[in-house]
């Protein structure tokens, strides 16, 4: 089992950057598939990015592709969500999640294990 605790996460103004961090303990992150979502108040929580772990293929929601990476770090065991070009559109509660499946799962109900989130606010 793998405990996740997300950072980074703060209030920017549009057209900033913000780095997500995402420290697992437990287990290693390379042996889930990892994946980024968020929720905005009043909206169901969406899928934003995912790197599976067998071949660390990656896959971004059309509204991060080209502006968000989502990359791991091995000996840090931590996933991080890199954020350009935010817009306040992209205001949220940002969750990590993980799954021990291979697979470049997208789907929220796809994952096993989540962080508590962390709030990124972009003003206008």
């Known amino acids: 089992q793998v405990q996740l605790v997300e950072s980074g996460g703060g209030l920017v103004q549009a057209g900033g950057s913000l780095r997500l961090s995402c420290a697992a303990s437990?287990?290693?992150?390379?042996?889930?598939?990892m994946a980024w979502f968020r929720q905005a108040p009043g909206k169901d929580r969406e899928f934003v990015a995912a790197l599976a772990y067998i071949n660390t293929s990656t896959y971004y929601a059309g509204s991060a592709k080209g502006r968000f990476t989502i990359s791991r770090d091995n000996a840090k065991n931590t996933v991080s969500l890199q954020m350009n070009k935010l817009e306040p559109t992209d205001t949220a509660v940002y969750y990590c999640?993980?799954?021990?499946?291979?697979?470049?799962?997208?789907?929220?109900?796809?994952?096993?294990?989540w962080g508590q989130g962390t709030q990124v606010t972009v003003s206008s």
């Open positions: 437990g287990r290693a992150v390379s042996q889930y598939t």
């Open positions: 999640a993980a799954d021990p499946s291979p697979a470049l799962l997208r789907a929220r109900y796809d994952f096993a294990y």
